[in-house]
């Protein structure tokens, strides 16, 4: 019986201790941002400040830091970037710093199994970068780390912790490859029209190129007429100050609309006329 007993409480110890779970002094962080067609995403952890002074104690000067606890922070991005203007080939990378009270140096090294900078190994670098401190008025309790500052082709990339932050710059390569989705999709052949509708949306809404975003719509109206693209020639030719021809072609648009059950759009075609006739 006793033995029994000492057999239950082990297994119950053990079950214990293998399910336990307990909260971590610098807790697992992430972040994705999409920055036009790419994927930024960094996983980190996030260690507090405590009261303590990090930057020049907890964290010395002009030493390799893991960029917060635990194992080395890691960044992976879906395509090629740039970093301060220098490039970084998609994949992923653990992502090093040595802060300076005036600049920061951010690495980014090939060996995804670091937990600290025991194992560090400079020559697995692949990228070296450098930028200025900023010293802030506001105190940042927990180590965070942010994109910023979103536009389709670049973003901040930044740092912060104490009253210390530094940006980093981020730049992206979109408008090649939209260019190069339209050219693929367009190879492939399927649903051209649609695909020269969203060509020629991306050329006139994102770009501001009205002759490039015309050309597709009337390519796109060869291969099937929709009330998607005369709208957008519509509004294109009302920006252009040709209100009359502008009407002429939303007109032709609603009806387009309600021949294809599209009550939602024809409305909304009419509503913008409405609105270009007062």
């Given at each position: 019986m006793k033995?029994?007993?000492?057999?239950?409480?082990?297994?119950?110890?053990?079950?214990?201790?293998?399910?336990?779970?307990?909260?971590?002094?610098?807790?697992?962080?992430?972040?994705?941002?999409?920055?036009?067609?790419?994927?930024?995403?960094?996983?980190?952890?996030?260690?507090?400040k405590k009261g303590r002074t990090i930057?020049?104690?907890?964290?010395?000067?002009?030493?390799?830091?893991?960029?917060?606890?635990?194992?080395?922070?890691?960044?992976?991005?879906?395509?090629?970037?740039?970093?301060?203007?220098?490039?970084?080939?998609?994949g992923t990378?653990?992502?090093?710093?040595t802060p300076n009270k005036d600049i920061w140096t951010l690495v980014f090294n090939t060996d995804l199994e670091l937990r600290g900078t025991g194992n560090y190994d400079a020559k697995k670098n692949v990228l070296e970068v450098k930028t200025k401190v900023v010293i802030t008025e506001e105190t940042v309790e927990s180590f965070t780390?942010?994109?910023?500052?979103?536009?389709?082709?670049?973003?901040?990339?930044?740092?912060?912790?104490?009253?210390?932050?530094?940006?980093?710059?981020?730049?992206?390569?979109?408008?090649?490859?939209?260019?190069?989705?339209?050219q693929a999709a367009l190879k492939k052949g399927?649903?051209?029209d649609q695909v020269y509708y969203r060509a020629a949306s991306f050329y006139y809404n994102t770009l501001g190129d009205d002759k490039k975003a015309l050309t597709n719509i009337?390519?796109?109206l060869n291969v099937k007429q929709g009330?998607?693209?005369?709208?957008?020639?519509?509004?294109i030719l009302f920006d252009q100050g040709h209100k009359e021809e502008a009407i002429k072609y939303a007109k032709k648009a609603v009806k387009l609309a309600e021949e294809a059950g599209s009550?939602?759009?024809?409305?909304?075609?009419?509503?913008?006329?409405?609105?270009w006739e007062k």
């Open positions: 033995k029994l007993l000492f057999v239950l409480a082990a297994g119950l110890f053990g079950f214990t201790a293998n399910a336990q779970d307990l909260p971590k002094p610098s807790p697992l962080a992430k972040i994705e941002q999409t920055v036009g067609l790419t994927t930024i995403a960094m996983e980190y952890s996030r260690p507090s930057f020049g104690e907890l964290v010395p000067f002009d030493e390799v830091w893991r960029l917060g606890a635990n194992a080395s922070t890691k960044i992976t991005t879906s395509s090629d970037i740039k970093i301060q203007g220098k490039e970084l080939k998609a990378y653990s992502v090093l710093a780390i942010s994109i910023n500052i979103v536009t389709h082709q670049s973003a901040l990339l930044s740092f912060a912790w104490d009253n210390t932050k530094v940006d980093f710059a981020i730049g992206v390569e979109t408008n090649k490859i939209a260019e190069e989705n339209i399927e649903d051209l009337t390519k796109g009330h998607a693209l005369q709208f957008l020639r519509a509004q009550k939602g759009w024809a409305d909304y075609i009419q509503g913008t006329i409405d609105s």
